[in-house]
């Protein structure tokens, strides 16, 4: 089946710090890969997306590049900054109108 | 536009009582569907649907209700509470036609507890 599975947090990491957040997925066919992201309080907003192999991603100094050989979309940010504190989601679609598949979420705190 | 919105915010029940959670949105879109987000389980897919009168089950449906006669409204209905069904419930909608672009709009959450 398809699923999509990303490091366990939380991560903490100082402000101008870089960040990675892993993500490895499994799914069939040629998947659409996305980060979403969930500030306190607040629903999910999309951050970036990738549709096909080797595309980047990218959004508000985020990057993620769409990897088939290692079925992977890993997130990274050179400089975080504490307004980056947050729970980041990598998703999937498989296709067409197929539900999201979404993985466990990353919470990241940025320290000042 | 309003977006996806949600109501209630907060929602308290005992248990086996019943409640509807709405959702709706304003952009047209036909694809909507149901999560709830527990502490360590991510995001689990509840119910969906692909248009008006059309909808499906997704990773756990027991317990839930939904129907869609609207493009517009979604709502999702307990229809006797159990503890577990505590949890932080969001509803989205996708756009039509590229729809592997994928993009889904959540709405705000519903907080609800069951005691």
């Known amino acids: 089946g398809n699923s999509v599975t990303q490091m366990e947090g939380p991560v903490t990491l100082s402000e101008e710090a870089f960040l990675t957040i892993n993500c490895t997925y499994t799914?069939?066919?040629?998947?659409?890969l996305f980060w979403y992201v969930q500030y306190p309080g607040e629903g999910l907003q999309l951050l970036l997306k990738a549709t096909k192999a080797d595309d980047k991603g990218s959004n508000k100094g985020f990057e993620a590049t769409y990897r088939k050989e290692t079925t992977s979309f890993h997130l990274e940010k050179g400089s975080v900054q504490v307004s980056d504190s947050a729970v980041y989601f990598c998703?999937?679609?498989?296709?067409?109108?197929?539900?999201?598949?979404f993985g466990k979420g990353t919470r990241l705190s940025v320290i000042a | 536009n309003a977006g996806v919105t949600q109501t209630p915010k907060f929602q308290v029940l005992k248990t086996g009582q019943s409640m509807t959670l709405q959702c709706a949105q304003d952009?047209?879109?036909?694809?909507m569907s149901w999560y709830r987000q527990d502490p360590g389980m991510g995001l689990r897919l509840i119910h969906y649907?692909?248009?008006?009168?059309?909808?499906d089950q997704g990773e756990v449906p027991n317990g839930y209700n939904v129907s869609r006669s609207t493009t517009e409204d979604f709502p999702l209905r307990l229809l006797s509470a159990a503890p577990s069904q505590t949890s932080v419930y969001f509803c989205a909608s996708r756009p039509p036609g590229l729809a592997l672009s994928g993009e889904q709009f959540f709405g705000p959450g519903t907080r609800l507890t069951v005691l």
């Open positions: 952009m047209n879109h036909e694809y």
């Open positions: 998703a999937l679609t498989p296709s067409g109108n197929t539900p999201l598949v």
């Open positions: 799914a069939t066919g040629y998947p659409s």
């Open positions: 649907s692909v248009g008006a009168g059309i909808t």
